[in-house]
């Protein structure tokens, strides 16, 4: 079996899905039985009653009562597909063959993170757990609303139609109206969907920045933004451990009217046109870049902006191997390509669900969220005279709030998860709440982060005034002072990770290097304090089995020098 041909196979109780993915060839099964024969250029499978055979670029599919072939079709480089006389749910890059309609996913104890349940694809995020989740999720609603309705939505990454039926099945039986947009959509559309439709709940299938391998499921309640952490904990508590349902395609219950059809991309697009001046911006001669990630603003953002150069605006469920997170390390490219191009003025990206924003200046030097938080602020109160608090999240730089003792604005700070930063929004008068992530949301907007808009803030504000972005940042540094951060992921097995943590939280940790520590925050996670502004803060991800080292100082090198100490002091 040749890996150019085929990369991974994965299994789930109700079949079988082929993925393109990493080099390793995976096979799991979560219920049931299959053999497995390994050949020199073949590999046979059986699985409930179905053989699929790969050999040298050619997948064939055999029914144990039927030992013809059902259908073969050529493999090409990077995907996988099939032909089968089975019930089946296929889009142009993934396959399902479905010899069940139970799902049966017992042993798996599904916990709802920062945000969202999120898993691997066929390992733990599979038809059956979505099903569970799911069920709980429609119990819930009856109770709020014996009326209920909910929007669906799914992302680029790989099954998501496929996850979104199941879903839609299962709030089809229980009796609630469902609108789903049948083609990848952004978060932030879901949010607003949730908003203009009336629904109870948003639902989206996506694991936003998560590597390639992981899907999710994101709550989104009818104010517009994430569903609070209090019936969050209320769905979680009452999902099944079995959930079994005769799944219908969507067209027929489309039929039936249990599902309307409808089209989130224009609505957000016609809401974009009502609050800014896209005509302008688009006249103004400013040059924007934009890097998709393969995400699902590929689609949104040339619509909006048709002038602007894009790379990765294409649909590849695999994010070409790597997270689709806007860091620095995952931007190589999109920096090249300013540098090269020297024309553009501000390059936008966004993450897998389009809610996550990074930015590079006309130099192509990234800038990260921290700035990116100071700059919205500064844009909303200086420039569109907005007023309101600041809300972040516990690892953004304390430079916010130093600009906002400059301006008057009153901060505070929240656990890690943008649910918690929702809650104030909804019920306080909010300017911007934002993350170390990238995920931030803007007065004016739904209380929800939103890459696309808050590069459309920031575009607006510079192409009116004939800024740039290194503009901007100077003027800000005037009041904060200059400074860079940067954050390491390290990938440590759970007994060490947990360790750490431990020592942390005893105090152990009383130096990093010659840093000697001034004072510790704990918050969520562990925020060291050093002498001249200069910050270590270590905190195991919520969405991922990683420990987080984050490190704020004066320049980029001294940053990634003390990045260096305190990965020496935690790991050796």
């Known amino acids: 079996m040749c890996e150019r041909h085929i990369h991974t196979l994965d299994l789930c109780h109700s079949g079988l899905i082929l993925l393109e993915g990493t080099a390793a060839h995976r096979l799991r099964s979560e219920v049931g039985h299959y053999r497995v024969a390994y050949h020199r250029d073949a590999i046979v499978l059986c699985v409930e009653g179905v053989i699929i055979t790969v050999s040298d670029g050619q997948v064939a599919v055999q029914l144990c009562h039927q030992p013809a072939k059902v259908g073969v079709r050529r493999v090409c480089p990077q995907y996988v597909q099939v032909m089968c006389h089975q019930p089946i749910v296929s889009s142009e890059h993934f396959v399902y063959i479905c010899p069940s309609h139970k799902y049966q996913d017992m042993a798996t104890k599904i916990k709802f993170g920062t945000d969202g ?80 439709l ?15 391998a992981y899907n999710g ?30 799944e219908k395609t969507v067209d027929e219950l489309v039929a039936e009217g249990k599902v309307e059809l409808v089209d989130l991309e224009n609505i957000y697009f016609d809401h974009v046109k009502e609050h800014f001046d896209l005509e302008a911006i688009n006249d103004s001669g400013f040059i924007i870049g934009y890097d998709a990630m393969y995400g699902a603003g590929q689609s949104i953002l040339p619509r909006l902006l048709p002038q602007a150069d894009v790379i990765h605006c294409e649909y ?26 020297k024309h553009i003025d501000f390059g936008l990206c966004t993450d897998g669900d389009a809610d996550r924003i990074g930015l590079f200046d006309a130099k192509g030097r990234f800038i990260d969220a921290h700035h ?41 700070v929240t656990k890690i998860g943008f649910k918690y930063i929702c809650e104030k929004m909804i019920t306080e008068d909010v300017l911007v709440g934002g993350e170390e992530s990238g995920g931030i949301a803007v007065k004016g907007h739904i209380p929800e982060r939103d890459g696309i808009w808050d590069g459309l803030v920031l575009i607006d504000y510079l192409s009116a005034n004939g800024l740039s972005v290194e503009d901007l940042i100077n003027e800000i540094y005037a009041i904060v002072g200059p400074f860079a951060y940067n954050r390491l992921d390290l990938h440590l097995k759970e007994e060490q990770k947990q360790q750490i943590i431990a020592n942390c939280k005893a105090g152990t940790y009383q130096s990093f290097g010659p840093l000697q520590v001034q004072r510790v925050e704990d918050i969520d996670g562990y925020k060291f304090h050093f002498a001249n502004d200069e910050v270590v803060m270590i905190r195991p991800s919520g969405t991922e089995p990683v420990l987080r080292i ?13 990045i260096e100490m305190t990965r020496k002091q935690l790991v050796g």
């Open 198 to 212: 009336g629904c109870e709940l948003g639902v989206i299938i996506t694991a936003s920045h998560n590597p390639p």
């Open 316 to 341: 590849n469920p695999s994010f070409h191997g790597q997270a689709p997170e806007p860091v620095a390390k995952n931007l190589t490219e999109f920096a090249s390509y300013i540098k090269q191009m």
């Open 117 to 196: 349940w999120r898993g691997i694809i066929a390992n733990d995020f599979t038809n059956g757990n979505v099903a569970r989740v799911a069920k709980a999720t429609a119990d819930w609603m009856l109770k709020v609303d014996a009326n209920a309705s909910v929007v669906l939505g799914y992302d680029c990454r790989f099954g998501g139609y496929l996850f979104c039926q199941t879903a839609i099945n299962v709030f089809a039986e229980a009796g609630i109206k469902v609108y789903f947009d049948q083609h990848f959509v952004s978060t932030p559309m879901v949010s607003l969907g949730a908003q203009k």
């Open 372 to 412: 990116i938080i100071l700059m919205l602020i500064y844009v909303l109160h200086e420039y569109r005279e907005l007023r309101g608090k600041v809300v972040i999240a516990f690892s953004v730089s304390d430079k916010v709030k130093k600009l906002c003792e400059h301006f008057g604005i009153e901060v505070e």
């Open 550 to 562: 984050y490190v704020q100082a004066g320049d980029l090198d001294r940053v990634n020098d003390i």
């Open 217 to 246: 499921y994101k709550l989104k309640a009818k104010h517009g933004g994430p569903l609070i952490v209090k019936h969050i904990e209320e769905i979680e508590a009452i999902i099944p451990e079995v959930y079994e349902i005769k």
